[in-house]
């Protein structure tokens, strides 16, 4: 009977078909395998070695996930007891393949190769960053009606940031704006990126102008955060410009952007927090997000208060409707005691 290590090394062999299999929403890319996450959904953040001494690892650059082949076949198939994750290893090693893999190089760039862990160099591109008043991402926010942006130390600009198309393999360096992704105790575990075009004019003009970096999973962007002192009231959103445009409005309420759906639905949950307003997007993942996250709020003894948008998001409205119009629709959504202690009389 083969070991755990012996069945990932078979896999590893096959990799293509491993990923053809379980990934199948995803494509070749020279000697990885590129897709959008273990749940098989289109994009771009997890990759797969086909080929090389790293065959068969994985890691995705958003989630800071990674692992063997075993470990995709766990996740892909939502397996929890180890001894079902070997019967379908087995199961898939016994199939007949319909055609072969495809001859494979040794590595290559077509992917950075990940030589450090990615919370490590999360903080070292977080090092390289200036502060960002005055800067072409304090103007990027200016123009999307976010004027305070300069005055969250986890907001930096990096003025010539490293951007590889993984689909083309061409390389560029671009202004962006660098966001810090922290855990409970403050320490920078990731960042996130949005590339900026040179002219001023929005987003960098690329396939992907937006990206993570590093360990996400239940850590997040904060937002006039104390990190020593204890949080009872406080907000958590998906999007960064999203919970951006709320703090604009309530400055004095904690805040954090969990980035997606799926990292909010995992944010960990502040010790002494008594209620927790869940700015959710309009759409579906917004809702998944939103309703995973309360329940998670109501097993802890927090109250989940729901804000919701009238456009898709709090920057839409912020931007079409204006400070004034979101502030009262802020009002009537917060308790009495938390609409006095955070939004301007």
């Avoid at 690892?57 to 397996?79: F, H, I, M, N, P």
Wanted: charged residues 25%; aromatic residues 6%; proline residues 7%.
């Amino acid at each position: 009977m083969l070991s755990a290590s012996e069945l990932a090394d078979r896999l590893a062999r096959d990799a293509e078909a491993v990923c053809r299999h379980y990934l199948s929403a995803g494509r070749r890319v020279g000697n990885y395998w590129i897709v959008g996450d273990v749940a098989n959904n289109e994009g771009r953040s997890l990759y797969v070695h086909l080929a090389g001494p790293r065959a068969g690892k994985w890691t995705d650059a958003a989630s800071g996930q990674y692992g063997d082949l075993l470990d995709l076949v766990r996740e892909t198939r939502r397996l929890i007891d180890f001894r079902d994750v070997v019967a379908e290893a087995r199961h898939f090693l016994s199939l007949p393949r319909s055609q072969p893999a495809s001859p494979l190089r040794e590595d290559t760039d077509d992917v950075p190769p990940v030589d450090r862990p990615a919370w490590e160099r999360a903080r070292r591109l977080f090092r390289m960053t200036e502060p960002l008043a005055g800067t072409l991402a304090d103007r990027y926010l200016r123009q999307r009606g976010i004027l305070e942006g300069s005055a969250h130390p986890a907001l930096r600009f990096h003025p010539s940031c490293y951007y590889r198309d993984l689909v083309s393999g061409r390389t560029m360096s671009i202004p962006a704006l660098i966001a810090a992704v922290t855990d409970p105790s403050g320490a920078i575990t990731g960042v996130h990126r949005t590339w900026i075009d040179p002219t001023g004019d929005g987003k960098a003009k690329v396939d992907d102008p937006r990206r993570a970096l590093g360990r996400l999973l239940g850590n997040a962007v904060r937002f006039r955060f104390p990190v020593s002192a204890r949080v009872s009231v406080m907000a958590a959103g998906e999007g960064l410009e999203s919970m951006l445009s709320l703090s604009e409005v309530m400055p004095g309420m904690p805040m954090v952007s969990a980035l997606t759906a799926n990292h909010l639905a995992a944010f960990r949950l502040p010790v002494g927090c008594q209620r927790l307003y869940i700015a959710a997007d309009a759409d579906a993942a917004g809702r998944h997000g939103l309703e995973a996250l309360s329940r998670r709020a109501q097993a802890a003894r927090i109250l989940p208060l729901v804000l919701a948008p009238e456009l898709g998001d709090f920057n839409e409205d912020l931007r079409q409707l204006g400070p004034e119009r979101l502030s009262a629709r802020l009002r009537a959504e917060l308790t009495p005691e938390d609409a006095l202690a955070f939004l301007p009389a």
